[in-house]
């Protein structure tokens, strides 16, 4: 059974940095990607950023780009989202999730992902 668990949420000061980690057990898969969506009251899921398991290829949204810094232990099957010089559009709840290895122009789909992490709550204030 795939089992996502993310750690790493919480408050902090706009301009602050956080890491957020997620641990995977369970994956049916030898090659997929994981990624970081996130959620903000009253608006639709988003991408944030994904790595490509294998060959660690990251991709950003252009709205965390040069702030935030994904990577990946690969023998713990766990990736690290370092987020820098945070903002308070970047309150959200954050969601780690796995999928069999997308295609780039598909890496920033929800649909692309099978399985989700709970989520974790980050709230940056002004």
């Known amino acids: 059974q795939v089992q996502l668990v993310e750690s790493g949420g919480g408050l902090v000061q706009a301009g602050d940095s956080l890491r957020l980690s997620c641990a995977a057990s369970?994956?049916?898969?030898?090659?997929?990607?994981m990624g970081w969506f996130r959620q903000a009251p009253g608006k639709e899921r988003e991408f944030v950023a994904a790595?490509?398991?294998?060959?660690?290829?990251?991709y950003y949204a252009d709205s965390v780009k040069g702030r935030f810094t994904l990577s990946r232990d690969k023998p713990k099957n766990t990736m690290h989202l370092q987020m820098n010089s945070l903002k308070p559009e970047d309150t959200a709840v954050y969601y780690c999730?796995?999928?069999?290895?997308?295609?780039?122009?598909?890496?920033?789909?929800?649909?692309?992902?099978?399985?989700w992490g709970q989520g974790t709550q980050i709230s940056v204030s002004s």
């Open positions: 999730a796995t999928g069999r290895r997308p295609i780039v122009t598909a890496i920033s789909a929800l649909s692309s992902y099978n399985y």
């Open positions: 369970g994956l049916p898969w030898r090659d997929f990607a």
């Open positions: 790595v490509r398991w294998s060959g660690g290829d990251t």
